[in-house]
T-cell receptor
């Protein structure tokens, strides 16, 4: 019963490097989203998708790209990592945007 | 006014105490309401959805007041294991999409 799976759990990058955070869910959820969580800032929505082939920007999309080629997968790409992107990243999914979301256990990303 | 605001806390209470959290939202078109629990360095987990008529789950009671635009969470007979950060989340319609916004969370520590 995997739910929402995020990989990697930890990552250290150098400024300017690129990488992809992986997110997969096995619950056949249409809605998927990416959040970042920083101390004192709460959870902030980066990008979201309402179904395969459909993505949209959230509150803090700059510096990140997403795609949704399948219902199961929703990877988040950092184009050119910056220290300001040091954060904990959570992927979440739900049947619809009005339903409660199920979260993955997060990726802790440090950018030096 | 921020879209979703919570009591900043922290709340420190003895075991057995009753504690209440409030969360206000600014958009009257908000439609779905949730309380999540987040343990230190873990992902948020759904505690309960909040319905218009109010709902109860064991020691936890959630209420919605649309007129005053707030939701509340009451925890009775607090246990040490209730120590966590409690996040409220509100969904509102934005055209064809719905946007889920989280509060910054309230830290609860239950002391022996």
């Amino acid at each position: 019963n995997a739910g929402v799976t995020q990989t990697p759990k930890f990552q250290v990058l150098k400024t300017g490097q690129s990488m992809t955070l992986q997110c997969a869910q096995d619950m056949n959820h249409e809605y998927m989203s990416w959040y970042r969580q920083d101390p004192g800032m709460g959870l902030r929505l980066i990008h979201y998708s309402v179904g395969a082939g459909i993505t949209d920007q959230g509150e803090v999309p700059n510096g990140y790209n997403v795609s949704r080629s399948t219902t199961e997968d929703f990877p988040l790409r950092l184009l050119s990592a910056a220290p300001s992107q040091t954060s904990v990243y959570f992927c979440a999914s739900s049947y619809s945007q009005r339903e409660p979301q199920h979260f993955g256990d997060g990726t802790r990303l440090s950018i030096l | 006014r921020k879209e979703v605001e919570q009591d900043p806390g922290p709340f420190n209470v003895p075991e057995g105490a009753t504690v209440a959290f409030n969360c206000t939202y600014s958009n009257s078109a908000s439609q779905s309401f949730f309380w999540y629990r987040q343990d230190c360095r873990k992902e948020p987990k759904l505690l309960m959805s909040v319905y218009s008529s109010g709902n109860e789950d064991g020691r936890f009671t959630a209420q919605l007041n649309r007129a005053s635009q707030y939701i509340s969470l009451l925890i009775r007979d607090s246990k040490l294991s209730d120590s966590a950060t409690y996040l409220c989340a509100v969904t509102r319609s934005g055209g064809s999409n719905y946007k889920l916004t989280f509060g910054k969370g309230t830290l609860l520590t239950v002391n022996p």
